[in-house]
């Protein structure tokens, strides 16, 4: 088999749509050459590999993981078989006959080691992308604020070559661009083409200056030409993460090019430099330890393959409280985006952040907590949020994606835009204030205050809440709770200790306290009709066992796991939701309502707003208010159960109102976020 005359080396990560219009350009590119394709896809998770496969002459070498931009082009060099070796970046369009006037200038200049087109934008005018191999003073104008000053301004116009004539004709040039270059094999080393001890950037300047080293010449042609966008996969990349690989991967050369002893004061200024930097808070500079680590070399690890935006949910409920509506959204976002799960900070002080992943795009983060007391004192709260965001921030720094912060702890306010996010999400699933004593009400509705004004999006679990919210930018968007329809299945055992209960058995699951269960409406249903059993599972309050104990047919359960709630709820008749109204949870849009009629049961409940006019027939949902009305509620809800159809149109409404159909909403409003956001 005939060797080809080119072979094409060209890295793919995340860029399906790039990739395939470069792809596209080479056949016209090529006219009457003989060339091979060869794409390492570097564990891309945007569709890259299968679009890769579909592609009738691309050789596809596939990474699971990111191995970084030298190795995956040492990984198709090792494959490549012509004399002359493309390197070419899956962002560049090639014009008509670009690749046949490269070939022809090699031909045409045997002296040449190489040759790369004239880069354009896309929008026609000249890119520059060539430049000198850098010095000590430029490689200081390019790193610092230097450039400024007039001596380093001399030294960084000249490494950019300002003035030079690009449409003249060919002209040797130290330090083309590798995005799109043609080399004679003869040149090149025969196992490694690029130094994987720089990753990410600088390993084309290192391969500039070897070449060079070795009496070789690098050339630009204005008569071949290429559309480059320039940044198609490092746009990915966090813009600290981008600063970190960026300055690293410039100290790795000198390193390689300079030696160790002459970088010393050269670190010292960039050091000098990026504290400044910090201290006049510009933005996008690097933490002061990563600045340290990154001036010894030290870049980190290679970016995370997978580039979907993160979702990070500061949430008010640990990731271990039970399921709860912050546990559901999370993982219903985590169908399109992932989803880092913030715990609120605990009472003992925790110096470390501890992340972990607990599901298919899920990770659970416990962060660093230095001070108690935070929910009470403000000047705490700050300092402790200014931690955790710190150490979030690194952690996110090293997993490319863009970033949204979603918050339903008002007093995790402090960290917008601490995250680098483009977009805060405040979701009002409860007044926190309501929550705590009446000395500590002020602090906790000021941090409301500060949530609800600095947020992009306010949702809200309650149609009753937006009217209890400070003043949003845009209309706060209704997002009512939900349930898991098949874990509140209607099939499936019946606990004993319900089942032996004298009926009709009336249920309820969930706290029993005074701040939302009406205790005395409960205790005068029983007291009039003893011959009904109330089943009450949860845990309750001294007041609450004071009042219900002595009653003979209520029944104080207890808690019960999730996993249990259930079968104990199937072996009850009617199911109760008896909130107060008048008092400071009113506002509730009950998560167990859909629970219930997940199971198949009629739901009685006094009025809240949240219910109120809900849709569906009233056999399914009865609201009253005061005890006799109450009553009243429960026997039409007993006389429903025997009624055909009413469990299975139970179900229907619980199904329409599942988590996963609030996961169709709120993702599609995080799609409409980012695109205004672009």
Not at 628 to 656: I, W
């Amino acid at each position: 088999m005939t060797a080809p005359e080119v072979s094409v080396l060209l890295v793919s990560w995340n860029t399906r749509e790039e990739t395939r219009r470069c792809l596209e350009s080479l056949p016209e590119a090529a006219d009457g050459l003989s060339y091979e394709i060869l794409v390492v896809d570097n564990g891309s998770r945007d569709g890259s590999a299968e679009m890769l496969l579909e592609q009738p002459r691309v050789q596809l070498i596939s990474n699971d993981a990111n191995r970084g931009f030298a190795a995956a082009v040492n990984q198709a060099y090792a494959r490549a078989a012509g004399p002359l070796v493309l390197l070419l970046n899956s962002d560049v369009v090639l014009e008509p006959g670009t690749l046949t006037v490269l070939v022809r200038f090699l031909r045409e200049h045997p002296q040449a080691a190489g040759v790369a087109p004239l880069y354009l934008n896309l929008d026609g005018t000249v890119q520059q992308h060539y430049m000198r191999l850098p010095t000590l003073p430029s490689s200081l104008a390019l790193a610092t604020s230097l450039r400024f000053l007039p001596g380093f301004r001399r030294a960084w116009n000249r490494y950019l070559m300002r003035g030079q004539d690009w449409f003249s004709g060919p002209v040797p040039v130290e330090q083309p661009s590798a995005a799109c270059l043609l080399l004679r094999r003869t040149v090149l080393a025969t196992q490694e083409l690029l130094d994987e001890r720089l990753p990410l950037y600088f390993n084309d300047v290192l391969l500039a200056h070897t070449l060079k080293a070795a009496g070789h010449q690098l050339w630009v042609t204005p008569d071949a030409v290429v559309r480059h966008t320039m940044g198609a996969s490092t746009r990915l990349l966090d813009a600290e993460e981008r600063s970190r690989n960026h300055l690293g991967g410039l100290i790795r050369y000198l390193q390689v090019t300079r030696g160790r002893h002459r970088l010393v004061a050269f670190r010292a200024l960039v050091f000098i430099d990026r504290l400044a930097r910090r201290v006049l808070r510009q933005p996008g500079g690097l933490a002061l330890l990563d600045v340290i680590a990154t001036l010894r070399g030290d870049m980190g690890q290679l970016p995370d393959s997978d580039c979907r935006g993160w979702v990070v949910v500061m949430s008010g409920i640990g990731w271990g409280s039970g399921a709860h509506r912050q546990h559901s959204m999370a993982r219903e976002l985590a169908a399109e985006h992932r989803v880092l799960f913030v715990d609120p900070p605990g009472l003992r002080p925790r110096w470390r952040l501890s992340v972990r992943q607990v599901e298919p795009s899920l990770w659970h983060a416990v962060v660093p907590s230095t001070l108690p007391l935070g929910r009470y004192l403000p000047p705490v709260n700050r300092f402790n949020r200014k931690i955790a965001a710190v150490a979030l921030r690194r952690w996110l720094n090293r997993r490319p994606g863009r970033r949204v912060l979603w918050i339903d702890e008002d007093l995790a306010a402090p960290m917008t835009r601490q995250l680098g996010e483009y977009a805060m999400v405040y979701d009002a699933t409860d007044l926190d204030w309501t929550f705590t004593r009446p000395w500590n009400r002020a602090h906790l509705r000021r941090s409301l205050h500060t949530a609800v004004t600095s947020a992009d999006l306010v949702t809200a679990s309650s149609i009753a809440l937006p009217g209890r919210l400070p003043a949003t930018r845009r209309p706060a968007i209704v997002v009512p709770n939900g349930c898991d329809p098949a874990h509140f299945s209607a099939d499936g055992p019946k606990a004993a200790r319900i089942t032996h209960l004298p009926g009709p058995v009336l249920g309820y699951a969930g706290g029993l306290d005074s701040r939302a269960f009406d205790v005395e409406l409960v205790a005068v249903l029983a007291e009039k009709h003893p011959e009904w059993s109330l089943a009450l599972v949860g845990p309750s309050t001294p007041s609450i066992r004071a009042r219900l104990a002595p009653l003979p047919n209520v029944h104080l359960l207890g808690p019960a796991p999730y996993a249990e709630v259930p079968e104990l709820l199937r072996a009850c008749d009617v199911l109760l939701i008896p909130y107060r109204i008048g008092g400071l949870v009113d506002y509730v849009h009950p998560k167990k309502f859909y629970e219930y009629l997940a199971l198949g049961k009629p739901v009685v409940a006094t009025r809240l707003d949240a219910l109120d006019g809900h849709e569906g027939s009233d056999d399914l949902l009865h609201l009253a208010v005061g005890p006799d009305a109450f009553a009243k509620a429960v026997e039409a809800a007993l006389l429903s159960t025997k009624q055909p159809g009413t469990g299975t149109r139970c179900r229907a409404m619980a199904l329409h109102n599942s988590w996963s159909s609030r996961g169709v909403q709120v993702r599609a409003l995080l799609a409409q976020l980012e695109a205004e956001r672009l």
